[in-house]
């Protein structure tokens, strides 16, 4: 394996982001703090999408291989007060000026199932919107709080630079709370990435001993690399 590095110097703002509220089915609530809470029959779930840059846009070697991806959220609460985040891979996308509880382009139709359980919407029993589970982040008070999609899931999903990211937060237990959405003027959602530079593989080298006994030839066999 390579050497590692990161991008947190230079992090990237999210700029789809919104929520879906359980109690008000219909209502778009693009532009507003991403609430979070796992009240019964009033769940509120954020929602986030991005597409992951390029080397270039990154400012990265071009030979770099993607192997984590960060994703930055500001609580926006005033604490003490404890709220579990579990952030999740979603199952589908969204459109962030239209998405609601019922789903992703909004409407009064039942389309996906963004409860936690996957029981809100048991007479119609759509797929669910919560996918792979990335990790909980226990906030308490106004804080940046990192989730890391790590390698495995990385590669399970082939995520790499240029792929797009579709990820849900829920309260998996606690009082509810606020991030701060992309249209804060501070602390908007951010992303950054590790990723690894190839070790470069070692030329093979081969001594052919010549019938004289006293000399030989040696033969170095090396890929090389022509830079576009």
Known sequence: MGQTADTSGAKINISS?????ETNPTTMNDGTDLN?????????VALLSFQVADVETLGIPSNAILRKIHVVLYRKTAGPSTSHAQMCLMNEGFTENQANWYGPEGGSVVVWEPAFDNNSET???PGPLKG???GTEITTAPASHTWVI???IVAEEKFTFGSVVNVGVWETTGNGCEFEDDSSGSNQPQYFVTYEIPTPSSPKIAITANPDGATGKITINHTTFSKK
């Open 17 to 21: 982001t919104t929520w879906v509220d």
């Open 36 to 44: 979070i809470s796992d009240t019964a029959d009033n769940e509120e």
């Open 123 to 125: 007479t119609v029993n």
């Open 132 to 134: 792979k589970p990335i």
């Open 150 to 152: 790590d390698s495995n």
